[in-house]
Every structure is written in C-alpha cells, then in structure tokens.
C-alpha cells in the first residue's frame, strides 16, 4: 500500500498550512476550488465555506422552509438529522443539504481525481 495521500486529503493539508489558500477559498470557494483542482461542474448550487475557528462551536442550520411556515414533514426531517462533529483538531467535509447536490459533489470529486490522475500519468 502506498503511503501517499489523496488529492483531497493534500487540499486538506494545504488549507491548514496556507492561510492564503485557505482565505481565498473561504472568500471566493468556486473560483478557489476550480483553480486547485481545474475544473467545477456547472450548475445552479452556490458553495459557502464554514472555517472552524478556535474556542467556536458552529452551529448548521436546517434549510428555512420555502414558503410559510415549516411542515410537520419538514420538522420531523430535520430533527432525524442532528449530529455533532466532535473533533479537538479539526474536521472537513462536506455538507449537502439535498440528494441533487449529492450528485454535484460526487461530479466534482470524480472530475477532480481524474483529472489528478491524468497529470500523475505524466
């Protein structure tokens, strides 16, 4: 088994050593992402950065609902849905708040690690 890591663990890596990369993905994510990893799929979604701060609990909010006040449905969904993310030195990941984006963020990853491994073949 090789020891190297993975292009999404070394961004990880880079944001946590570049406070440049890190302020710059935090400023302007898609601009940031396509920049690192070459490409974003297109679509109508934004991407928000959260950056964990020290001695800050942050806290998720549930999607307000549409239009009026929340369903009894939509109160239900959201309350199955309540984790915490207990980590003393730091966490990443992504939060996809829909089965749509699911399939936006498994494009982004899958364009981003061919793409990695097309330039590794060089």
């Not at 993975?6 to 961004?11: N, V």
């Not at 935090?26 to 001695?55: C, N, W």
């Not at 829909?98 to 899958?110: C, G, H, N, Q, V």
Request: proline letters at 7%; glycine letters at 4%.
């Amino acid at each position: 088994m090789s020891d190297k890591q993975d292009i999404f663990t070394e961004h990880y890596c880079l944001l946590r050593r570049d406070a440049k990369a890190r302020q710059h993905l935090i400023d302007d994510p898609v601009t940031a992402l396509k920049e690192h990893f070459g490409s974003m799929p297109e679509g109508t979604y934004r991407v928000e950065v959260i950056p964990q701060q020290p001695h800050t609990i942050t806290i998720v909010l549930p999607a307000p609902p549409v239009s009026g006040s929340p369903s009894a449905e939509d109160i239900n969904a959201a309350s199955r849905r309540i984790y915490d993310m207990l980590f003393t030195d730091g966490i990443g990941g992504y939060l996809i708040p829909d089965e749509a984006l699911t399939w936006t963020l498994r494009d982004m990853r899958a364009q981003w690690a061919a793409s990695a491994a097309r330039q590794d073949k060089r």
